[in-house]
């Protein structure tokens, strides 16, 4: 059998790697392993394909022999480099269970190697197979931490969204804090202003700032599923507001004071307060539903008409339908409606649905979810449907 000589040359770097981002942006402290839970079914596939490997037949044609991890890789696309469907990321972990124990922590310089042998793909770690490996120089990586593996999506794209795209079960903002005043009367408010505000805020102290709460609708029932409102920005509670005797006898109100502290636009009169949650660690892995799931596009998050790849869209199922986050979906068109004008009787036909992309859940509420488009052909609209992949 032939042997193959393979050169590897790594120079001295650090790394600035996706996963320590997000550990930083969701408050997970040193361990992003523990925000990414192995599940006992993924861990139970992981151990199948350990001992048999993938066919053949589920890796992609041009899957690469050799890949070297990068910085800012993730988990996602690496799978989408060999297998067809790259939720499918237990396998690639079993593939090399002996070396990958966590699929969450695989390392920016780490070269992993294709081996293909009776019939079954396994992916192994450090040398080829039937190959020398001469390292030409010293081989350094980032301190072997949890915070250094690569994420399993491109979180920088949801990590905006995790705060900000919210959907009330009911018309709470209603009768939420309001601003009722500006600083020297100002009509707008930007970050440092001090903005003035009444209802109760109870005990916290950070808020988000929404504007203008409208209702979601199923978009084959017509049902309210929620309410989602414009995020404006954030804002701290800095003094407390109070009810005293004016001059005249009468009581007197003096509102809460608020500086805000980031802003998205800007903050106006009327705008509602809704305290800021505690973040949510889950497992944000891609894996398909385990049962049959199947709904429709609510909305496109902006007011966008249209949406494309990395944008946001609301669906019309949530937990109460098996929705979880980490869920990947497949995004159908309908097919287009026409007459068939090579019929005499000319008949009215449908052409077949064409599944055209792949969502990623990130967020769920109770009745509705929101999803990042990851790949997509043709424009993506309200009332577009999606399934299981």
Do not use: C
Not at 1 to 15: C, D, E, G, K, Q
Not at 53 to 65: F, H, K, R, T, Y
Not at 139 to 162: C, K, M, N, Q, Y
Not at 204 to 217: H, K, L, V
């Amino acid at each position: 059998m032939t042997r193959r000589t393979r050169i590897v040359f790594n120079a001295p770097r650090s790394f600035s790697v996706t996963a320590a981002l997000l550990g930083a942006a969701l408050g997970a402290g040193s361990s992003v392993a523990a925000t990414y839970p192995i599940t006992a079914e993924q861990r139970s596939t992981a151990q199948r394909t350990a001992q048999a490997g993938v066919a053949l037949s589920e890796l992609l044609p041009n899957a690469p022999d050799s890949y070297t991890v990068k910085p800012h890789d993730t988990l996602w696309g690496i799978s989408g480099l060999y297998l067809k469907s790259p939720w499918r990321w237990p396998e690639l972990w079993g593939m090399n269970l002996e070396q990958i124990r966590n699929p969450h922590l695989i390392y920016p310089g780490q070269t992993l190697f294709l081996d293909k042998t009776n019939g079954r793909a396994r992916l192994r770690m450090g040398q080829a197979p039937d190959s020398t490996v001469l390292r030409l120089s010293p081989r350094i990586r980032s301190s072997v931490s949890a915070t250094d593996g690569i994420a399993s999506i491109p979180f920088h794209l949801i990590e905006p969204f995790l705060n900000e795209a919210v959907i009330f079960e009911t018309d709470q903002l209603a009768s939420a804090p309001r601003i009722v005043a500006a600083q020297e009367g100002s009509v707008l408010l930007s970050r440092g202003n001090t903005a003035y505000v009444r209802g109760d805020l109870g005990s916290d102290r950070e808020f988000r700032i929404f504007r203008e709460p409208r209702a979601m609708r199923d978009p084959a029932t017509a049902e309210i599923l929620g309410y989602e409102a414009a995020y404006v920005g954030a804002a701290e509670y800095v003094r407390e507001g109070e009810t005293r005797s004016g001059a005249d006898g009468k009581p007197e109100v003096i509102p809460a004071s608020f500086v805000i502290t980031s802003i998205r636009q800007e903050a106006g009169i009327g705008d509602r307060l809704n305290p800021v949650p505690a973040r949510e660690y889950s497992n944000y892995a891609p894996h398909a539903p385990q049962a049959p799931l199947s709904g429709q596009i609510v909305s496109i998050y902006g007011d966008a008409l249209n949406a494309g790849q990395n944008q946001i869209v609301s669906l019309n199922r949530g937990a109460r339908d098996g929705m979880e986050r980490g869920h990947v979906l497949a995004l159908w068109r309908d097919g287009v409606r026409m007459i068939d004008k090579t019929d005499p009787t000319r008949p009215a036909m449908k052409l077949p649905d064409e599944r055209h992309g792949m969502l990623f859940v990130f967020r769920v509420f109770d009745r509705m979810s929101y999803a990042l488009i990851l790949s997509v052909k043709d424009p993506v609209k309200a009332g577009d449907r999606f399934t299981q992949p």
